[in-house]
């Protein structure tokens, strides 16, 4: 991805960061530094999860012998414990840059120094080593409305499932009327909540003049609504950040995964699956409705699918195309205009040709 404000930085020092709820361990690795050096070598402290714990850190640094501006911090993602202490690092010490990463790719890296041990301080001496190799960008913490829109979109999700569940215990109830009408209440209930944050969704959206133009304009896709496209808003952040449309989908776990080796292994092209699981629920649903519709979606479906193509594999291809053309809107700032919008009617043709 392109970020132009958020270049790689070269570091003297790394500083590995395992987080928890009321502590962090913390190790140094210096950058540049030849092989790998033990593990067990590798300074390591532990710190309270606050304010007061950032400085002591920033003090650990400077008697170690490192100046705070030369060091660069990388942090395994744990939600809001890990959000709260990059911030509250990046206000003591801008130049730390904290970087959280995905504990899946971090995973695999400690995986691979073939630590027979697993400890919080061990881990972070390894994301230290992780740092050193990796060198991740920053985080960018999201505009305080996208954030609120993220949790919206999840708070809504919960409430959904939460739905589904009550009516499928319903449906198994047939003895107790008390429960029955409990179940009844409890799905009224969540539906009414429901309704509520949708409404609390488009409140934020309107608020923001930013999100309402990129909404607008994702909505104005054929099967694309305003659920649909507020979540895949709130979940990716703004399109315009990936350079290339492939690392959109890659990032969206959209891209084909090919499994083969040799002349034995011809394993079954699918997609990798290794993004945001609501982005591809989301894009499904849209999918689904455009297939059906009568438009370009439509006859590309039904193109793969007279090329042997499954059912599901051509339905993939229509939500990458479509996760794709978001972004191509909201570069050129313009709304969707199909393509059989602009192919002339039988009459038209028919009065072209005389």
Known sequence: MR??????????????????????????????????????KLPARCFSRSPEGVAELLSWLRASGFAPA??????????????????????????????IESPCQTAAFIKSLGMR???DRMDARALALYGVERRPRAYQPPPASEGELRELVRHRDFLVQQKVAAENRAGEMR??????????????????????TEKEM???????????????????????????????????????????ARQLTAFAGLNPSVRQSGSSVR????????????????????????????????????RLMAQGLSKMAALCAIMRKILVLMRALLIS???Y???????PQPQEKMCLEA
């Open 3 to 40: 970020d132009e404000q958020n270049p790689v930085c070269e570091a003297a020092v790394w500083i590995g960061v395992d987080v928890s709820k009321s502590t962090f361990d913390a190790a140094l690795a210096e950058g540049g530094q030849g092989g790998c050096p033990p593990l067990g």
């Open 70 to 99: 030369s060091a660069r911090v990388v942090m395994e993602a744990t939600g809001r414990y890990s959000v709260e202490l990059a911030a509250w690092m990046a206000q003591a010490r801008p130049p730390l840059s904290p970087a």
């Open 117 to 119: 041990n697993k400890t």
């Open 175 to 196: 003895d107790s009327k008390y429960v029955q009408r409990e179940m009844r209440r409890l799905i009224l209930q969540l539906e009414r909540d429901i309704a509520k």
């Open 202 to 244: 488009a409140r934020v959206k309107k608020a923001s003049p930013e999100l309402e133009n990129d909404i607008e304009l994702m909505t104005s896709i054929y099967g694309v609504a305003f659920l649909t496209a507020a979540t895949i808003r709130a979940e990716l952040g703004d399109l315009r950040r990936f350079e290339k």
């Open 267 to 302: 394993g079954r092209t699918h997609i990798s699956k290794a993004g945001n699981p609501r982005v591809r629920r989301a894009l499904y649903m849209s999918a689904m409705v455009a297939v059906r519709g009568d438009n370009d979606f439509r006859n590309d479906y039904e």
């Open 333 to 335: 700032g313009k709304p």
């Open 337 to 343: 205009v199909p393509l059989w919008k602009n192919r």
